[in-house]
């Protein structure tokens, strides 16, 4: 994911999805700290990375889409 990708994403959308990034990586710490002695941490942080990347994608492809169709239309 380069930050050419990310810029093509509207920027209220990338704000909003920012917020969600943030609070995925709130929880990930408070369950984190939580389960310290329990070794799950890193299945966790596995995840919620996982999740994140597949967001940013949906969000790149989706943008892409829009402009796309925006050009199409403009011609």
Do not use: C, W, Y
């Amino acid at each position: 994911m380069t930050a050419e990708n990310v810029a093509l994403i509207p920027p209220r959308r990338r704000d909003v999805l920012f917020t969600e990034i943030k609070r995925l990586v709130a929880e990930i710490d408070a369950q984190e700290r939580s389960l310290g002695a329990v070794d799950e941490d890193g299945a966790l942080i596995d995840e919620a990375l996982e999740g994140i990347a597949e967001m940013l994608t949906a969000e790149v492809r989706r943008a892409k889409r829009q402009s796309r169709r925006r050009m199409a239309v403009a011609t």
